[in-house]
Structures are given as C-alpha cells and as structure tokens.
C-alpha cells in the first residue's frame, strides 16, 4: 500500500510548520534523533533503521573530499503493522543542514520547512499512518463493492448459460467483467466486456445480446476477436454443471 507523492507532501505542509525552526549542533542534533525514535518505535510500524541504504543521496559531489550536504541523523522505516512493505517501503529521515537546521524527508519528500519542535515529527508519523489506515479501508470497500457486482453477473450469466446451453469463461479485472461465450468446440468463441460501473445497465440486456450473436454465429457467419489467450477445456464453465 503505497501513497502518492502529494499525500506525502500535504502531511509534511501540514505538519511541518517552520515557524521557530530549531538551530543544532551535531551533538543536540543525536540527542533529538534519540529522543525521536524513543517516541516513535514503540508505534506498531515504525522501526529504526541504522543501516539505511539511501544516506548516499543526502551527501555533497561525488567527491570523498566534500563534507555531506546534509548529516543523516536517523533513518525510520514505516511499515504496516505486522506486515513489511517488501515492495513499498516508506523512509523516514531526519536530516541536518549546513546551516544547522533539521528538516525531514518522507517517502523522497521533502519537507517544504525545518523543524521547529520534534513533536511535528512525531504527529507527522501519526498522520502517515492515520492516512493508511484510512487508504487500507478504501481500498478494502472497493475491493468488496466489486465483489459483490462481480457475483451479481456471474449468477445471471450462470442462469442464462443453463437455461440457454451454452459454456462460458470469465476474467475480472479492476474494472470490467470479460464474459467469454464458446461457440464450438473446435475453439470458437467471442468476448462481451462488462464494465462494473454500468453492470447493472448491461446484465437486462445480456441474454438478448448472447442470444442475437450466437444465432447469428449458427447461420455460418464467423467472427474474428482480438483476444490473445486461448481457453482450454479447463477454462470453461459447462452449462451441464449448472
């Protein structure tokens, strides 16, 4: 579960203020680091990470010789609680800047200001995870509005398919239905595709539709689809099974 760079960028306006940014030293600056991660690795999904593997990217030239543009204070791995992110894993770093400033940089995301208190970071961490939790529960009503529409179609195509003999396949995408309608045995078939958003529109008109192709299927005219895939016996559903 990934968010989107401007998610990212609104938490950090919103929770970065930059009014009274803090001035540190390099040794203030590990003690607000430590303080920091006190507060946050007791939050299930927040983890430290010593060995971070991106502090290259805060560093000056390419030259061994240049002092680091900014000094990695810390590094936070924010993960799902109890789940890692293997794929999408979001950083967390708190970063110091020659000018003796911390800023934070989110998911590649900057913060648009300094700190001003280490409590922003905190609620900034709060807020990423409050927008998960509520990215999570969006994605989980989706998932299940389709669910629902996705078995709507199929008993309707299982009603038609049984009381009109004919076999059929199907494929579920993210936003459609592909129906597959065999018309012979010899590998014949054609596709009617189903878009979720209009299914309730389309499925009163499907028997009509499934009926006027394949009579016109049985006067001798062939039909070529653009279809990729060829379906094995596996692959259909038999009218005689229903």
């Known amino acids: ?25 390099p040794e203030q600056s590990r003690e ?26 805060f560093r000056g030239g390419s030259n061994t010789d240049q002092p680091p543009s900014n000094d990695l204070c810390c590094c936070i791995l924010l993960e799902e609680p109890g789940d890692r992110w293997y794929r ?5 770093h708190l970063l110091r800047s020659p000018e003796q400033q911390l800023w934070v940089d989110l998911g590649y995301e900057r913060s648009p200001a300094p700190v001003s208190d280490i409590s922003e970071v905190v609620a900034l961490v709060h807020a ?3 927008r998960v939790d509520r990215q999570k529960a969006q994605a989980a009503k989706r998932q299940k509005q389709k669910d629902l529409k996705v078995q709507a179609i199929l008993a309707q ?12 396949a199907t494929e579920v995408d993210t936003v459609k239905l592909k129906l597959i309608i065999r018309l012979s045995e010899d ?18 008109k499907l028997r009509t539709a499934i009926r006027a192709l394949r009579e016109t299927y049985d006067t001798g005219v062939r039909f070529k689809t653009n279809l990729k895939r060829g379906y094995g016996r596996s692959n259909w559903i038999r009218h005689e099974d229903l």
Do not use: W
Request: glycine share 4%; hydrophobic share 40%; with cysteine.
């Open 32 to 57: 607000l680091a430590e303080d920091l991660l006190a507060l946050l690795e007791p939050l299930a999904g927040a983890k430290r990470n010593n060995n971070c593997h991106h502090y290259s990217r």
């Open 187 to 204: 590998g014949d078939y054609f596709a009617i595709l189903i878009p979720f958003s209009q299914f309730k529109d389309v499925l009163p």
């Open 88 to 92: 999408n894993e979001t950083h967390l």
């Open 1 to 25: 579960m990934s968010i989107a760079s401007r998610s990212l960028q609104k938490l950090l306006r919103e929770n970065i203020s930059g009014e009274k940014p803090l001035s540190v030293d």
């Open 157 to 168: 195509v299982r009603k038609i398919a049984k009381e009109d003999r004919f076999d059929f």
């Open 128 to 130: 990423f995870f409050h």
